[in-house]
């Protein structure tokens, strides 16, 4: 895998964005591949499709790429807040490609977060434009990063070292339970196992407890948090996500 750009690409564009746009898709079609699968290369969509950049020819995967200057934040820029929200919640919503750069045009990370952990509460809205701007009243969003747990993260290049695909592949296809999930039974799944990744690699019922009323808040409707904990660790621990040690004790395995 090749990290630099081909900065030959970009050289008779004179906007900065519509340079990095091309550099790092080209980048992607030559030098990504399909975690789910393997295969290689990705496709590209035709241009002004909602949401999706790329998708593989095999498996049907769809990718969306998003790129940056310097280090991935927490917080990403979107485009319109109600054609993300319609996209996330739709039966053929995008994975997510997250790609940094260095200043010398240098891919520094490369990382996907699978379209199973996207949840609307993930997709935060922004202020509708002002009156004078040329798209007054127009909604933006931003991508909550914080809100993805750790194993979500799937990254094929990590500090300018590339990942073993086997490995990628291997993560990406662990998570893919989630799918087989109802939307409302993956949202406390996602929202317990958050709560396992602010704990030590071993800890207790006790310690996953101790978030019961942060889940109650976001869960309002449910009155039995205790035993909803205690079913997705089940999950969890049936799906190799974590180990149960017995007497109320657990281990992370990710």
């Known amino acids: 895998m090749n990290l630099h750009f081909d900065q030959s690409l970009a050289k008779n564009y004179n906007s900065q964005a519509q340079k990095i746009r091309v550099l790092s898709e080209a980048w992607v079609k030559n030098n990504g591949y399909c975690p789910n699968c393997s295969t290689q290369p990705l496709f590209e969509f035709a241009n002004g499709r909602p949401v999706a950049d790329f998708y593989c020819s095999n498996c049907d995967e769809q990718y969306e790429l998003k790129s940056k200057k310097a280090k991935l934040s927490n917080i990403i ?42 949840k609307p509460d993930m997709i935060v809205k922004r202020k509708p434009l002002s009156i004078t701007a040329k ?56 929202d317990v196992w958050q709560c396992i990744d602010r704990l030590d690699d071993k800890f207790s019922l006790q310690q996953v407890y101790s978030f019961t009323n942060e889940l109650q808040l976001k869960h309002p409707d449910n009155n039995h948090v205790d035993d909803k904990i205690r079913q997705q660790l089940q999950v969890l621990r049936d799906k190799g996500i974590i180990e149960f040690l017995g007497r109320g004790h657990y281990r992370k395995l990710y």
Request: glycine share 6%; aromatic share 14%.
């Open 135 to 190: 798209r007054a009243g127009w909604v933006g969003c931003n991508i909550d990063l914080r809100k993805v747990p750790e194993s979500g993260k799937v990254f094929l290049v990590k500090d300018q070292k590339v990942v073993a695909r086997a490995n990628v592949t291997q993560q990406f296809q662990k998570t893919l339970f989630l799918r087989e999930q109802t939307q409302q039974t993956r949202g406390w799944t996602l």
């Open 77 to 118: 820029n979107d485009g319109a807040y109600k054609t993300m929200i319609e996209r996330i919640n739709s039966d053929d919503n995008p994975s997510f490609f997250f790609l940094t750069y260095s200043k010398e045009c240098t891919v520094n990370s490369f990382l996907i977060i699978p379209k199973h952990f996207f």
